[in-house]
């Protein structure tokens, strides 16, 4: 029998892609199943992109390219940059990797020696701590619930620091809860990154287009702190603003040392980002800021009526998001109930009854943050209004959580 490194006996699976498992799996019996695991956009990719990634094939771009990317694609994010957030950064100081998650597991890996610890705050994107274990890190968590509107404090953040600390990794607007930290707030949370140079700053910014404020941008914590610039790692990718999961494509920029080491090490692991991905990235890039903004106005609309819907369901309380495409979900007032003979005790027993018995699949969060509050997240505006809409049982369910019939 082979036996498997420590490493791999303490990897944990991805409870998401475990959820969208099961979720096909109850649709391949033939449930009508409302699935909100997975965060992806239910438009296309954008015609600009998907154009340039049939033109890739046609034409041949399709051999290897360098392992941080090409060129052109790396000028192309240097100018999206300085356009957007108004910060200079040379081709050398990016690299284009297969999905910013990678870029993430690649920026922990060269920035992580044993023992290094990670602060992250709750409630954070699933795979952030199991990232840190694998560049055989320590993440410290720190609980960051409703007093603090799910965002780390500067006070949170000064006791969460120590001599172990080797990076702060956080998202806005963030998953799983549409929050996002204002330009107050993030000065606040670089005064105390000033007092500790070893720190370095890990930005994912997957879902800074996506924001409802009427901004072009979320507000970012270089805008108000560009000292910090020389330790801090930007991360974003296609997947969400241009709805390119599938085509695996993301980016870092950051100070050239970092984003060297994170290049050569992506060059003996994955090698290098698909070419036909990349050159459908600098289309989108291109030609995508119409569609963007069509996006946004989608997702306002939606937002607004997944609300008022979400607040016609008996107890749950809604956190109305800044950005992104989820709701976070208070169900405290639901916990200690019963249905058909179970208890309802976490807010992953309440997951669990919504996908076994009515057949919605969502994500459960109470493994991943504050033991004191249970919420759970809705993936995806493109469902809210039907996990809210019409009348409600005696359960306080809504109507599309009823038990749907087999197909035929």
């Given at each position: 029998m082979i036996q498997l490194s420590k490493r791999a006996q303490n990897l944990k699976p991805s409870p998401t892609l475990f959820l969208v498992a099961k979720a096909k799996e109850l649709a391949a019996q033939g449930h009508d199943v409302i699935s909100l695991t997975v965060g992806e956009p239910d438009w296309p990719t954008f015609k600009g992109a998907s154009d340039a990634g049939i033109e890739a094939i046609q034409k041949g771009i399709t051999k290897y390219t360098p392992a941080n990317g090409t060129v052109e694609l790396r000028k192309s994010i240097s100018e999206k940059l300085k356009s957007e957030l108004g910060f200079e950064y040379s081709p050398k100081e990016i690299t284009v990797a297969s999905g910013a998650k990678y870029i993430i597991f690649s920026a922990l890996q060269m920035i992580c020696s044993p023992g290094d610890e990670?602060?992250?705050?709750?409630?954070?994107?699933?795979?952030?701590?199991?990232?840190?274990?694998?560049?055989?890190?320590?993440?410290?968590?720190?609980?960051?619930?409703?007093?603090?509107?799910?965002?780390?404090?500067?006070?949170?953040?000064?006791?969460?620091?120590?001599?172990?600390?080797?990076?702060?990794?956080?998202?806005?607007?963030?998953?799983?809860?549409?929050?996002?930290?204002?330009?107050?707030?993030?000065?606040?949370?670089?005064?105390?990154?000033?007092?500790?140079?070893?720190?370095?700053?890990?930005?994912?910014?997957?879902?800074?287009?996506?924001?409802?404020?009427?901004?072009?941008?979320?507000?970012?914590?270089?805008?108000?702190?560009?000292?910090?610039?020389?330790?801090?790692?930007?991360?974003?990718?296609?997947?969400?603003?241009?709805?390119?999961?599938?085509?695996?494509?993301?980016?870092?920029s950051g100070p050239e040392r970092l984003i060297t080491a994170m290049a050569d090490y992506q060059s003996q692991s994955t090698g290098s980002p698909s070419s036909i991905s990349q050159h459908a990235l600098l289309a989108a890039i291109k030609t995508s800021e119409a569609d963007i903004k069509g996006v946004v106005d989608k997702l306002v609309a939606r937002k607004n009526s997944g609300l008022k819907e979400l607040e016609t369901v008996p107890g749950f309380k809604t956190a109305e998001p800044q950005g992104a495409f989820y709701f976070w979900v208070d169900i405290r007032a639901h916990l200690g109930k019963s249905y058909q003979d179970r208890v309802i005790r976490t807010s992953k027993d309440f997951c669990d009854v919504l996908l076994e018995k009515f057949f919605c699949g969502d994500r459960s969060r109470s493994r991943m943050w504050n033991r004191r509050v249970h919420a759970f997240k809705l993936c995806g505006f493109r469902r809210d209004h039907e996990a809210g809409s019409g009348p409600h049982e005696r359960s306080g369910q809504p109507a599309c959580l009823r038990p749907k019939k087999k197909r035929p």
């Open positions: 990670v602060v992250i705050a709750t409630p954070y994107w699933v795979s952030y701590p199991a990232m840190v274990e694998l560049a055989d890190g320590v993440p410290h968590i720190v609980e960051c619930g409703e007093m603090e509107n799910f965002k780390i404090t500067p006070e949170k953040l000064e006791a969460a620091i120590n001599a172990k600390t080797k990076g702060f990794l956080f998202c806005s607007p963030s998953n799983p809860t549409g929050l996002q930290y204002s330009a107050d707030e993030l000065k606040a949370l670089a005064e105390v990154l000033r007092k500790h140079p070893q720190v370095v700053i890990i930005s994912d910014d997957i879902y800074n287009r996506l924001v409802f404020d009427g901004a072009r941008v979320a507000p970012h914590i270089l805008t108000v702190a560009p000292d910090l610039k020389d330790r801090t790692v930007l991360v974003n990718g296609g997947s969400k603003a241009y709805s390119m999961t599938g085509w695996r494509i993301g980016w870092a």
